[in-house]
Structures are given as structure tokens and as C-alpha cells.
């Protein structure tokens, strides 16, 4: 079960899961767009999903109605926005600005995501065995909706166990080509993340053709099978 206070938070976010859980079963690739420059070729992609980094915070109401009037759905990076503060009023602009959710390596801002509406993301380096221990205990008290665990090469290394307590996940860091997105869905990755526009037109039919891969796990409320 989410970790929220609030009985409209759980139902907002049940809402939005089903249509993050489709985008991503159809075109498994979340767009980084890191900046402003990037924002136009996003709107234009199929990807239909991005984290949103590295955005002053006087840009970001903009950058975010002009993806709202797209359809997209923003998670946005709140560790990486100059300007913006790393609290619960962060989160209640972001959610009051039209983003559907927030990525953070912070356990208290995926925690209180929970009960603001959001879809919460919890950004994890895997480095070395107790690093993975730390993450996997942080990732067990958060509960987030998706892990983004970085660098992505390390995914092929991971248990079955630690995935399995890790998932749903999205990889990022190094995915820089077909191939390697392709090996991220192998193993188990309910999406990837790329800055490289090149592959933000990657279906999940395309990068799954010949690998044997499955659909990964879907991103689902913790807690429910």
C-alpha cells in the first residue's frame, strides 16, 4: 500500500498509474530532458513519458503547461532544478504546475510525494554491495512507484532478489543505444531512461523482437500483486 496520509492522494495516483503502465508498455523509453532545448524534440516524440531535469525554477510553470497542452506525463527531477528548494513546498508547486510526479534520490521527498498527488520516482546509484543494501532499505521504507537505478550496466549484475525488491524499475546511465535499452527490458526493466533523442522512438514491439524479453513490471500501487 502507498505511504499516504491522504485518501484523495491514493486515489489520484491509482488514477494516473493505468495510463504511466500503458505509455510505457507501448513505447518503454523515458525521455531525460535536461534543460529547456530539449523540451520541443520530447513534444514530438513518441516517448510519452520524460524526467524533467536541470530547469530553473523560474522556467519551470512554463515548461510544464507546454507539456501539459501535450499530454505528456512529467516527472520532474526536484534534486537537479536550480531554485528549486528540497521540501514539501517544492513538491506542492511541481504538483500545482500540472507534473504528474517527482524524482528525487531523497526517501522524505518520495515519502511526502505520497500524499501530494504524485507519482513518486526514487533515483538510486548502485556502486558497490552495501551501497545495494542501503538503496534496497530505502526503496522498501519509500515505496516508490518506480526506482530509477543508475548506471544501467550494473541491472545485469543485480540478484533476481534485489530486482525483484527493486521493481517496478526504469535503467538510465549508459543507455546510449538500441542494444542497450534492449538488454535493460531483458532483465527486467519496466522502461529506460535516455537523454539521446534518438531513441525515444523505440517501441517496446521493436526492442523486444528477437530478445525473448518480456513486458517487465508494470508500474503498480506497493504492495499489490
Not at 503502465?21 to 507501448?26: D, F, I, T, V, Y
Request: net charge positive.
Amino acid at each position: 500500500m502507498m505511504n499516504s496520509s491522504r485518501p484523495s492522494a491514493a486515489s489520484a495516483v491509482t488514477r494516473m498509474l493505468p495510463r504511466l503502465a500503458a505509455s510505457l508498455r507501448e513505447v518503454p523509453v523515458i525521455a531525460s530532458v535536461v534543460g529547456t532545448q530539449r523540451v520541443r524534440g520530447f513534444m514530438d516524440a513518441p516517448a510519452n513519458v520524460c524526467i524533467l531535469a536541470s530547469v530553473p525554477v523560474g522556467q519551470l510553470g512554463g515548461v510544464l503547461a507546454t507539456l501539459r497542452g501535450a499530454e505528456k506525463t512529467v516527472f520532474v527531477n526536484v534534486d537537479s532544478c536550480p531554485g528549486l528548494a528540497q521540501d514539501r513546498g517544492a513538491l506542492e508547486f511541481l504538483r500545482d504546475n500540472g507534473a504528474q510526479g517527482a524524482v528525487s534520490t531523497r526517501l522524505s521527498l518520495v515519502e511526502k510525494g505520497h500524499s501530494l498527488d504524485l507519482l513518486t520516482m526514487m533515483k538510486v546509484f548502485v556502486t558497490d554491495r552495501s551501497n545495494l543494501r542501503r538503496s534496497l532499505d530505502a526503496v522498501g521504507r519509500g515505496r516508490p512507484d518506480l526506482v530509477e537505478i543508475m548506471p544501467a550496466p550494473i541491472v545485469a549484475r543485480l540478484d533476481p532478489e534485489a530486482k525483484r525488491l527493486l521493481s517496478p524499475y526504469v535503467a538510465a546511465g549508459f543507455v546510449e543505444t538500441e542494444r542497450d535499452a534492449a538488454a535493460a527490458l531483458a532483465l527486467g526493466a519496466a522502461a529506460v531512461a535516455t537523454s539521446d533523442p534518438r531513441l525515444w522512438h523505440l517501441t517496446r514491439e521493436r526492442l523486444t523482437a528477437g530478445t525473448g524479453a518480456g513486458t517487465g513490471a508494470a508500474p503498480t500501487k506497493k504492495g499489490t500483486s
